[in-house]
């Protein structure tokens, strides 16, 4: 056994470094196991998948023998919320409690950061939808003239949705890059100096993923190098690598060309044309395709059949990439006036390329790819999207001889970690399964209620309403209530909204849609008896504490709906390949996000819940059982006065 591996484990010790820093800390067997994979991984320049249930402690885990190794590092996790904390909270503390000189750095993706010109052009120039916008705009303002990172994150009283944002953060394409006037503020390459001179980066999977497909497109790389890469919520790698690796153009991009084009014909160009009367038919057709796909779709996928077959649909996207030539060949002339030009010239041909593209037919469509729409609040976008992604990571391990660690809470399908490791194109690794230090026998129960509806019936959210209703008043508050879709969130939101006023209750109801995710948290945390109902977003990365969250609700079972069109695209793949969708792809899936979705409850040793799946497939199918089986070993009843009386007697139970 090396010297690292040896100091790893002194680490964790009852008279190491971490024992020392922290009082409060104890030897968590799982946990030691965990930090000895993960060294022997960086040991050998391997690879390890490791599976460690809420609680095991997989943060410091990673972090003690990653800081220890003497190595570049690159720690990846899927959400932003965790990169922050992992940079200003978990790092600080361990790489202080072990005493290494480790210069740590953070990295995100362009769009995270504030851009000096953007910001010039945007005091000038941004004509904003609402008053408060404009009072977002003049926070950044101030923001910019005190920050150092530019991070927007830090930017207090600007929500990450706020529309303002687009027009003070650059991107890819409109970066003036060696020609910016700032070029020497520039907080992107500020952060990217940073992490070329660190031991260790925080990133994210999707700037790790973006700086993948740069390379297969023989692009220069975005990340620095590294030795050890460890992917933190490693269940997400796969569906954000099926997104990042293929083609896409979206409404929005279209949109911020038009209006950067709009923008410099007025500044330099005023002479050449109307640039009001050109852009606004062209902005105009791209309002009129997201209102006639639907107004109040806030989230929705689409083939690409059912999205041409949608009225008047086809017709305008045609009229859009003929607009597009057009305004390429008006523009065409100004390149020689300056490098502003060339590169809106660039933008609008690349685009028009894409779009023209994924309208093509006949041979251009790929049998590994699926071509299909992706519907927000304000945009649709047009994707390409591969298939099957594992050959893009087999081909990375291949190329890069270091350590590769994978972890997640939620990795494995009925205790086997082959799934994952398939979708990731892992061959052979090591292995490992650590369950949850937490007692899920005495400290929750899951109840799948006799008289349920089954999902398919009509009016099936109101009747789950009905159904659970006991259970929700014995909870009186401290609930979640987790849907499948976004329909569903605001049937169910409705259903309650009824009860709560016809019954005069004094809980509050908040709902995905109301305001950002973010604010709905803080509001829930601060509310005595708040009732959260949200779909997917909801699902995973939320960790309240306590009796604050003492009921969850999963209306279904979280199978992808089969006119999914990328679900629909993988299935056949598989059938094409003589496997079962089914039973490779559909449960697999649904239970990783049903096991997402239950690690919500139970967070630390003190808490303890209610988990009610109102879905009766969960023990009346045979499949059920590959499905609760995935899940922690709650004690499970089916008799809601059962779980009612559960929840009166722990919140009765005076507190230890």
Same mark, same amino acid.
């Not at 100091?7 to 024992?19: E, I, N, P, Y």
């Not at 998948?49 to 885990?61: D, I, L, N, S, Y």
């Not at 494995?412 to 937490?438: N, T």
């Not at 209306?555 to 496997?579: H, M, N, T, W």
């Given at each position: ?69 003497? &190595? @570049?590092?690159? *720690? ?9 904390? =992992? #940079?200003?909270? %978990? !790092?600080? +503390? ?97 952060? &990217? @100096?940073?992490? *070329? ?9 999707? =700037? #790790?993923?973006? %700086? !993948?497909? +740069? ?442």
């Amino acid at each position: 056994m090396s010297d690292f591996i040896n100091l790893v484990g002194h680490a964790f010790s009852g008279a190491g470094a971490l024992k020392r820093a922290f009082p409060g800390f104890t030897v968590r067997q799982a946990q030691v196991e965990m930090a000895n994979a993960v060294a022997q991984a960086i040991d050998a320049s391997s690879a390890v998948v490791v599976e460690a249930g809420t609680g095991t402690g997989k943060t410091f885990a990673y972090l003690v023998p990653a800081l220890l190794s003497g &190595r @570049r590092v690159l *720690l990846s996790t899927a959400t932003k919320t965790l990169q922050d904390q =992992l #940079f200003a909270k %978990d !790092l600080p +503390l361990v790489r202080q409690a072990l005493g290494v000189p480790v210069h740590v750095a953070l990295l995100k993706g362009r769009q995270n950061y504030l851009c000096h010109v953007q910001l010039e052009r945007a005091l000038r120039e941004a004509r904003l939808p609402s008053s408060k916008e404009v009072d977002h705009l003049q926070r950044v303002k101030v923001f910019m003239g005190r920050t150092q990172t530019g991070d927007k994150a830090e930017c207090a009283g600007v929500p990450e949705d706020s529309a303002v944002w687009p027009w003070v953060t650059s991107t890819k394409d409109n970066c003036l890059g060696g020609e910016c006037p700032s070029a020497s503020e520039c907080f992107v390459n500020k952060a &990217r @100096r940073e992490a *070329l001179d660190a031991d260790v980066v925080v990133i994210n999977h999707h =700037l #790790f993923l973006a %700086d !993948l497909a +740069l390379k297969e497109e023989g692009v220069a790389e975005l990340l620095p190098a590294s030795d050890v890469v460890v992917f933190d919520e490693a269940h997400q790698l796969p569906d954000i690598a099926t997104n990042l690796l293929g083609q896409a153009v979206s409404t929005a991009q279209c949109m911020e060309l038009l209006r950067d084009i709009l923008i410099e014909g007025r500044v330099s160009s005023a002479d050449a044309g109307d640039w009001d009367a050109v852009i606004r038919p062209l902005d105009l057709l791209l309002k009129d395709i997201r209102r006639w796909v639907g107004v109040e779709l806030e989230a929705a996928r689409f083939t690409r059949s059912q999205f041409l077959a949608l009225p008047k649909v086809k017709q305008a996207c045609d009229d859009f990439g003929i607009g597009l030539e057009r305004l390429i060949d008006q523009i065409s002339p100004l390149s020689a006036r300056s490098e502003a030009w060339v590169k809106l010239m660039g933008r609008a041909s690349e685009l028009c390329l894409r779009w023209q593209n994924w309208f093509s037919q006949g041979a251009d469509i790929q049998a590994d790819s699926v071509r299909w729409v992706s519907v927000s609040n304000h945009a649709l976008q047009l994707c390409d999207s591969p298939l099957d992604v594992s050959n893009a990571f087999a081909k990375l391990y291949d190329a890069n001889s270091k350590a590769w660690v994978f972890t997640s809470a939620t990795l494995s399908v009925r205790d086997d970690l082959r799934h994952f490791r398939l979708q990731v194109g892992l061959d052979e690794c090591e292995e490992m399964i650590l369950p949850s230090p937490f007692d899920y026998e005495a400290q929750a129960l899951l109840c799948v209620p006799e008289q349920l509806p089954m999902p398919s019936e009509s009016g099936f959210n109101n009747r789950l309403v009905d159904v659970l209703w006991p259970l929700l008043k014995a909870s009186d508050g401290g609930v979640f209530f987790l849907c499948t879709s976004h329909r569903a969130v605001k049937n169910t939101a409705q259903a309650l909204k009824e009860r709560v006023l016809a019954e005069e209750l004094d809980w509050q109801l908040l709902v995905q849609g109301e305001c950002s995710r973010a604010e709905l948290l803080e509001r829930y945390r601060q509310l005595d008896k708040p009732v959260l109902v949200g779909a997917a977003s909801f699902w995973e990365g939320v960790d309240i504490r306590g009796e604050g969250l003492r009921l969850v609700v999963i209306d279904k079972l979280p199978f992808a709906p089969p006119d999914d069109p990328v679900y629909q695209a993988k299935s056949e793949l598989i059938e094409r390949r003589g496997g079962n969708p089914f039973q490779e792809l559909s449960i697999p899936d649904a239970a990783i996000a049903l096991k997402q979705g239950a690690g919500r409850l139970i967070r630390d040793e003190q808490d303890w819940g209610v988990l009610l799946i109102g879905d009766r497939r969960l023990v009346e199918k045979g499949y059920g059982k590959q499905l609760w089986r995935s899940l922690p070993p709650f004690k499970r009843t089916r008799n809601l006065q059962a779980a009612v009386d559960f929840m009166l007697a722990k919140k009765t139970k005076p507190a230890v």
